[in-house]
């Protein structure tokens, strides 16, 4: 089983929707949960991380984390075009374990925001 | 101030040579990390380091070898080269194990 999955989409939406990303993980000894933004033929670059449950918020996007079901979204509100990214969800786990240092990405949803 | 930074950005290679990809960082960051994207795979992790002189394997390890002698560097190798490691590579460092800065990838193509 992977460590954390995510649904690869492709999603396509129109300007303004409201768009909700998901992943959900296999292992509670995760600390840190990151979703990372791609543009084509670009690097990954962070976009928002936690480590704790709950949400957090960043203009338009909210990150939410529930430990309880090892699931955690990426809500985009008023989408606009330049949004248009592939977006992948990461886990770090905590320290102290075998796995120290490890940074571990879902499989990326491909998002379309149309005008 | 360069960030990450990967060379060769493009590479063809013929089924069974070798080669070495090199990533260097000016951020003087502990972590160091190997990925390949594939479509519909994502970043599946190949290797990486929790500092200077460690290694660790990822999710995808075999037909690679990697080694961090100096805390800027960090080498990827291919001993001998499959056509199913025709990939994007890329490579990334981070001071927080959340943070992670990434290079602009190596596009190889192993024919």
């Known amino acids: 089983q992977k460590e954390v999955e995510q649904d690869p989409g492709p999603l396509s939406v129109p300007e303004g929707a409201i768009v909700s990303l998901n992943c959900t993980y296999s292992n509670s000894a995760f600390q840190y949960f990151m979703w990372y933004r791609q543009y084509s033929r670009k690097g990954p670059e962070l976009l928002m991380y936690t480590y704790s449950s709950g949400n957090k918020e960043d203009g338009r996007f909210t990150a939410q984390v529930d430990k309880s079901s090892k699931y955690i979204s990426l809500f985009i509100r008023d989408s606009q075009p330049s949004d248009s990214a592939t977006y992948l969800c990461?886990?770090?786990?905590?320290?102290?374990?075998?796995?120290?240092?490890?940074?571990?990405f879902g499989q990326g949803t491909i998002l379309t925001v149309h005008p | 101030n360069a960030g990450v930074t990967q060379t060769p950005k493009f590479r063809v290679l013929k089924t069974g040579q070798s080669m070495t990809l090199l990533c260097a960082q000016d951020?003087?960051?502990?972590?160091m990390y190997w990925y390949r994207q594939d479509p519909g795979m994502g970043l599946r992790l190949i290797h990486y380091s929790v500092g200077e002189g460690t290694t660790a394997k990822g999710e995808v390890p075999d037909g690679y070898n990697v080694s961090r002698l100096k805390k800027q560097n960090f080498l990827l190798g291919l001993e001998s080269a499959a056509p199913s490691q025709t990939s994007v590579y890329f490579c990334?460092?981070?001071?927080?194990?959340?943070?992670?800065?990434f290079g602009q990838g190596t596009r190889l193509t192993v024919v």
């Open positions: 990334a460092s981070s001071y927080e194990r959340f943070n992670a800065f």
């Open positions: 990461a886990i770090s786990p905590r320290a102290g374990g075998t796995s120290y240092g490890k940074l571990t």
């Open positions: 951020m003087n960051h502990e972590y």
